[in-house]
């Protein structure tokens, strides 16, 4: 089957610390790979996309960065958090196969909750 | 511009009615797709159903069916014979480009819709 692990869960970090979101890929191979937020209460902003190891396209400017080392890993990062860093952040993979509809499937997130 | 309008922050309906959830889209591509999400209380997100821009007919998957009105931009979500687990927050969201060989694109999310269901 084909599985999105995201860690940790949940996280409560200081303002001004770093971040980490962790996403892994299993049972596919060289997928695109999505990270969106989800404020408290909003739809879904995407904020990263990558359709390869070490290509990242951008969506919004903010003080968030990713990377993908890996095939089947995508990293969210931050070097210093801001209060409006805080909601709920949601990996997701694209669907393979020819033909398909294009639906995106989603790893069950991290909740960041800056103080 | 909103490329995804959902206007209805919050609904309510009775168990074992339907129940329609409104989505009106905006885009100058003719190819495209439209999609529905359930988010429950948990935060997962799980896929419902899919309209492509040049399907013939609705989409319907079990007790959701989709309200395609094309000339409207519009893709409302029927939920028939609602039952308490459908309370949850609805998504509607779409892709702007024709179907994609490898896999898949961007998909670009409404606000969102409350549903609750009352026994």
């Known amino acids: 089957s084909q599985t999105i692990h995201q860690w940790p869960a949940t996280l409560v970090q200081p303002v001004g610390s770093p971040l980490s979101l962790e996403c892994t890929v299993e049972?596919?191979?060289?997928?695109?790979l999505y990270w969106y937020r989800q404020a408290a209460g909003r739809g879904l902003q995407l904020l990263f996309y990558s359709v390869g190891i070490g290509q990242i396209s951008s969506e919004v400017p903010q003080n968030l960065s990713a990377s993908r080392p890996q095939d089947r890993q995508f990293i969210l990062s931050s070097k210093k958090l801001l209060l409006s860093d805080s909601g709920f952040y949601l990996c997701?993979?694209?669907?393979?196969?020819?033909?398909?509809?294009?639906?995106?499937?989603f790893g069950e997130g991290s909740r960041l909750t800056v103080l | 511009a909103q490329k995804i309008t959902q206007t209805q922050p919050g609904m309510f309906v009775q168990e074992k009615e339907a129940v329609t959830l409104d989505c009106t889209y905006d885009?100058?591509?003719?190819?495209?797709?439209l999609f529905w999400y359930k988010q429950p209380s948990s935060g997962e997100m799980i896929f419902l159903i899919y309209?492509?821009?040049?399907?013939?007919q609705n989409a319907t998957e079990g007790r959701y069916s989709l309200n395609f009105q094309k000339a409207r931009k519009s893709a409302n979500l029927v939920i028939s014979a609602s039952q308490l687990g459908d309370s949850a927050m609805y998504f509607c969201a779409m892709r702007e480009g024709g179907w994609i060989y490898n896999q898949g694109g961007k998909l670009i999310f409404g606000q969102g819709t409350e549903l609750s269901v009352k026994p």
């Open positions: 885009t100058s591509d003719p190819s495209y797709g």
């Open positions: 997701a993979r694209g669907t393979s196969g020819r033909r398909n509809t294009g639906e995106l499937f």
């Open positions: 049972g596919t191979s060289n997928p695109n």
């Open positions: 309209q492509g821009s040049y399907d013939q």
